[in-house]
């Protein structure tokens, strides 16, 4: 397998805490890949309309990009950027009408058929490291850590492109493979509020209230998420709806790719805490994975 | 064989017929379960229910769903697509209903009444997915 890197564009700046230790990590565990060198945004969301074809110009783009590049598969981070771009290279091997109108399109680029397999990151660990081994790399394992796997929508639906079926749990063996307790969460596959936070910050509050209410009821010490979307809603943002709903307690949240860096023993200050704000760096010194000078 | 008469007005049935073409789905195909709405994280925000705009639209009537701005407050989780019994594309038919708005150069937000800390903080794929979603 040559693998490449599609960073996207928040990695690279609002979500730093995302993919500094994500990337420290696969080179820890010694999973060869190649950060593409050119790429564009993905597009954010999958377009459903079934004429808007221009909007698939994007993805695609970065998926020739990858062939380009000698990659046969190409990995993502960020769910939103994921599904964006397994989709648009579903849509292109599935609809023969469609791919050669992006093709012929896209006409100064050589064709693309859907050669490159997307793949999210967590799909990775768990297909070519496998959970043995990387609780056999763990070198800081995250004792007595009860942790809320939140998937959000984009990692989960729709079916085709899921990285996981319901009963596979693959955030959950994640997060017992660093040692740490999986919670029974029942907001796990629910909707953060997503863009509604912009485009109607009440309703968005709403919604992401309903899912930290459920994390208090979980009584998780801590929510983890792969999307900077659910980041801003149920992390940045998680001050205010606490304090806009009536029992509501705060809880620290991360990037999975956070736990990851900390239990496989990585430096701290690769793992980017101070942008999680000082709970969650409190909470990990006072379980002792973390020196309180690191942060 | 007696013809069965359309329930669909004559003057609706462009619009009808648009919203298939854009969606790809066949909202007849509902039976009016109401399990999309069931598991609608945004329901509350609607004028009415999702069950309640596949009703309308199977009957031509589309300027009500407008109105109730289904389509608008669609956070496109696809929870109901993984639910619907009978395989519809829930979110694909409100989508399509959002589209016949933008198309008409109508924006669903004014980008620069966005608050500046939201500026600030929100990430880059949050203001990509509105601006797409709801402006033209």
């Keep these: 397998m040559k693998l490449g ?30 950060e593409l060198s050119r790429w564009n945004c993905c597009g954010a969301v999958f377009s459903l309309t079934d004429d808007d074809l221009i909007h698939q110009v994007a993805p695609v783009r970065n998926l020739i990009r990858a062939a380009q590049e000698g990659c046969d598969t190409v990995v993502t981070i960020c769910s939103q950027c994921y599904n ?16 050669d109108t992006l093709n012929r399109f896209m006409d100064e680029e050589p064709d693309y058929n859907g050669e ?16 043995e081994k990387l609780r056999e790399a763990v070198t800081n394992p995250l004792d007595g850590l009860k942790v809320a796997p939140f ?24 997060i017992a493979a ?9 907001a796990a596959r629910e909707c953060c509020g997503s863009y509604q936070m912009i ?69 701290p200050e690769l793992c980017r805490l101070d942008l999680n704000g000082p709970a969650a760096q409190e909470l990990f010194v006072d379980k002792n994975f973390i020196a309180a000078a690191t942060v | 064989m007696a013809s069965i008469p ?31 709405s069931a598991v609608c994280p945004m329901v509350e925000s609607m004028g009415f229910t999702t069950r309640m705009g596949i009703h309308y639209l199977q009957f031509g009537e589309i300027e009500p769903v407008i109105k109730a701005q289904i389509g608008e407050y669609c956070a496109s989780c696809h929870t109901c697509v993984v639910r619907c019994p009978r395989g519809i594309d829930v979110p694909k038919v409100f989508e399509a209903v959002r589209q016949l708005v933008l198309r008409t150069n109508t924006d669903l937000i004014k980008p620069q009444e966005i608050p500046k800390d939201t500026m600030a903080e929100a990430p880059q794929i949050a203001f990509v997915s509105t601006f797409r979603k709801l402006t033209s």
């Design chain 1, 84 to 99: 964006t771009l397994a989709r648009a290279n579903k849509l292109v091997r599935d609809d023969e009408e469609k791919r």
């Design chain 1, 151 to 174: 998937y959000g929508c984009t990692l989960v639906r729709p079916e085709e492109v899921a990285i996981d079926a319901v009963d596979q749990e693959i955030l959950e063996g994640f």
């Design chain 1, 5 to 34: 890197y599609y960073p996207g564009c928040t990695l690279k700046t609002k979500a730093a805490n995302l993919e500094k230790a994500a990337m420290a990590s696969l080179d820890h565990l010694g999973v060869e890949y190649k």
């Design chain 1, 199 to 267: 485009a109607h910050p009440e309703e968005g509050m709403n919604r992401a209230a309903k899912v930290i209410g459920a994390a208090n009821r979980s009584e998780a010490d801590a929510l983890i998420l792969s999307c900077p979307m659910c980041e801003y809603n149920l992390g940045t943002r998680q001050g205010d709806v606490v304090a806009a709903h009536d029992g509501l307690s705060q809880v620290p949240t991360y990037y999975f790719t956070q736990l990851l860096g900390v239990a496989l023993g990585l430096d």
């Design chain 1, 116 to 131: 490159v397999e997307v793949v999210h990151y967590l799909s990775l660990l768990r297909d070519q490291v496998g959970w």
């Design chain 2, 6 to 36: 359309s329930p669909i007005h004559p003057e609706n049935l462009k619009a009808v017929n648009k919203i298939a073409e854009l969606s790809g789905q066949n909202v007849h195909e509902c039976m009016q379960c109401g399990t999309c």
């Design chain 1, 178 to 186: 660093l040692g740490a307790d999986p919670a029974a969460f029942s």
